[in-house]
């Protein structure tokens, strides 16, 4: 958590996202992009008119984008969803740190339409992308080497063939041999 947003921590919930979009001179639509809801609904739920969310998805992505944890809302109940959190989210959030980027700040190097989607990457609902150019998009904002980024990359793609009923001991030399020539394409 921040500095500046450790001051919002009892604050109502409304309050909190208010103050935490006035902080970060961050448009409300821009917000209602980042967690995945209508300009009205942002608007709404600062002015007070409708009842703070209890959905857990929405609290995470209010949550992940204000750089909090959800349990400082007094609304967020814990979810029943799985929480996806492997290394390559962990790197991500590192990385971040390391560039000492807020949320936000990563956020808007994306395009509009990407930006729910890093949302709930970074929140761990979604994995990584298994897209190449996708993924060294999030990897060239950051300043991550292809080489560091491409051992998540294999892990995923290893796991859904796994996951989609490929016997990886039985086809081992024709998977080694396709991420050698995957390494071997990054590295050119």
Not at 117 to 131: H, K, N
Not at 159 to 187: H, K, P, W
Request: charged content about 30%.
């Amino acid at each position: 958590m921040t500095a500046q947003n450790k001051s919002i921590v009892n604050l109502k919930s409304s309050e909190k996202v208010a103050l935490f979009l006035e902080n970060n001179n961050l448009h409300k639509k821009d917000f209602a992009e980042m967690i995945g809801v209508t300009l009205s609904y942002v608007y709404n739920l600062i002015d007070n008119a409708i009842p703070f969310s209890t959905r857990s998805t929405t609290l995470e992505r209010i949550a992940t984008v204000m750089d909090i944890e959800p349990e400082e809302f007094d609304e967020y109940k814990i979810p029943q969803e799985p929480i996806l959190i492997d290394e390559s989210i962990d790197f991500l959030k590192e990385k971040l740190q390391e560039k000492k980027l807020s949320t936000v700040q990563f956020l808007k190097a994306f395009p509009r339409k990407k930006r729910l989607e890093i949302v709930d990457i970074l929140r761990g609902a979604t994995p990584i992308p298994l897209d190449w150019k996708e993924l060294t998009l999030i990897a060239q904002i950051l300043d991550i080497k292809k080489e560091d980024i491409y051992p998540f990359w294999e892990s995923r793609l290893r796991s859904l063939m796994q996951a989609a009923g490929v016997n990886m001991q039985a086809n081992a030399g024709l998977i080694n041999t396709m991420f050698d020539c995957a390494r071997e394409y990054i590295e050119s």
